[in-house]
């Protein structure tokens, strides 16, 4: 079983809208959560990282994290055909150094 | 430099090859990872370093890989005997403080084996 998990996608939502992604993991000691975007051909590059239970928000992204539900979000309000990209969900465990664990990555695309 | 720095940026192998990729992180960065991206897919963890010294290589798929960074700065992923499977984007990533986990990548080395 996968340690991350994304749904592949893709994602279509029309400009101006809300995007939401969603990441589930499994729980070994989970201690913080990170959304990396990746454009075609790209490497990725941080968007936003969470630790903490609840909401935390940038600009037009906000990270959800709900430990008890080994689950962690990102949503893009006001969407824009620029965030059109893949997004990757990954988690730093305890005790595993400094490294990410990341899933396989959302597309997403945002219609004009 | 100014960012994480990854040469050759597309390397074509024909199968049995040996293959040697490079990597330069960001300056006074202590921690520098490699992953494995295979086309569709999330970066999948290769092997990482504190300076010089090799932490953690769990994710290293096989003896043929082998990686190095000897002064603590500049790092090297050697395949031995390429496969096709070995083909992939190579990424390289660097990071000031291991326990923040934000990591900074380079471009890439495109490895295609024929």
């Known amino acids: 079983q996968k340690e991350v998990e994304q749904n592949s996608g893709p994602l279509s939502v029309p400009e101006g809208a809300i995007a939401s992604l969603n990441c589930t993991y499994s729980?070994?000691?989970?201690?913080?959560f990170f959304w990396y975007r990746q454009y075609s051909g790209k490497s990725p590059e941080l968007i936003m990282f969470?630790?903490?239970?609840g909401d935390k928000e940038d600009g037009r992204f906000t990270a959800q994290l709900n430990k008890a539900s080994q689950y962690v979000s990102l949503l893009i309000r006001d969407s824009q055909p620029s965030d059109s990209a893949t997004y990757l969900c990954a988690v730093k465990f305890y005790n595993q150094g400094g490294k990410l664990i990341f899933g396989q990555g959302t597309e997403l695309s945002v219609k004009p | 430099g100014a960012g994480v720095s990854q040469s050759p940026r597309y390397k074509v192998a024909k199968r049995g090859q040996d293959v040697a990729l490079r990597c330069d992180p960001i300056s006074g960065h202590v921690s520098l990872f490699w992953y494995q991206q295979a086309l569709g897919q999330g970066p999948e963890f290769l092997t990482y370093?504190?300076?010089?010294?090799?932490?953690?290589k769990s994710g290293l798929p096989s003896d043929r890989f082998f990686a190095e960074r000897p002064e603590g700065s500049v790092s090297t992923l050697k395949i031995q005997r390429t496969q096709k499977e070995d083909s992939a984007v190579y990424l390289c990533?660097?990071?000031?403080?291991?326990?923040?986990?934000?990591?900074?990548f380079g471009e890439g080395s495109r490895l295609t084996v024929l």
């Open positions: 370093f504190q300076n010089e010294a090799q932490l953690d």
């Open positions: 990533a660097s990071s000031i403080d291991p326990d923040t986990g934000e990591l900074f």
């Open positions: 969470i630790y903490s239970n």
């Open positions: 729980d070994r000691g989970s201690q913080s």
